[in-house]
């Protein structure tokens, strides 16, 4: 079954919510495609904390605090919106570092455990200092890139 806004049934005939947002997204002409550019440009401009169209504009204004528009072309984020992308991200990436990396401690020097707790708390939260906000602009980049606003539905 099939459902339309509001989670009721969707009747005969009638669009539902996702063939009207893919609707709207065929529309979108190649110009505007074009306009966004390449979508590894916009993540990667996105990690370095800048603007997805223009690279130069700040993307954050605060540690996870996007800015409503980019100060060098004007272009909006207000509309955008991570949520959970961006820690998901995090942890995928964070966690994929210091694993390994406490193995190899583990392996050479064999600390105790009161050493590996204090070691990599300090380096996790090092880390997650350093990763978050990238994560974070990364993931306004990829959102940006494909005309996202963050409140798309699975169907």
């Known amino acids: 079954m099939t459902f339309y806004r509001n989670d009721r049934p969707a009747r005969e005939g009638e669009r539902t919510s996702w063939e009207d947002e893919w609707a709207a997204h065929k529309a979108m002409d190649a110009a505007e495609r074009r306009k966004r550019g390449p979508i590894l440009r916009c993540m990667a401009r996105g990690l370095r904390l800048r603007c997805p169209r223009c690279g130069e504009g700040r993307v954050l204004q605060r540690f996870l605090e996007p800015t409503t528009a980019c100060a060098a072309?004007?272009?909006?984020?207000?509309?955008?919106?991570?949520?959970d992308f961006a820690p998901w991200l995090g942890i995928l990436v964070i966690g994929h570092v210091l694993v390994p990396l406490a193995i190899l401690v583990e392996t050479w020097f064999h600390p105790s455990v009161l050493?590996?707790?204090?070691?990599?708390?300090?380096?996790?939260?090092?880390?997650?200092?350093f990763f978050l906000p990238r994560a974070k602009g990364?993931?306004?980049?990829?959102?940006?890139?494909?005309?996202?606003?963050?409140?798309e539905h699975q169907h």
Not at 115 to 129: K, N, P, Q, T, Y
């Open 115 to 129: 050493i590996h707790a204090a070691l990599w708390a300090v380096v996790g939260m090092e880390l997650v200092f």
């Open 138 to 151: 990364m993931a306004l980049g990829l959102m940006w890139s494909l005309n996202m606003r963050g409140d």
């Open 73 to 83: 072309c004007g272009e909006s984020y207000a509309h955008i919106r991570t949520d």
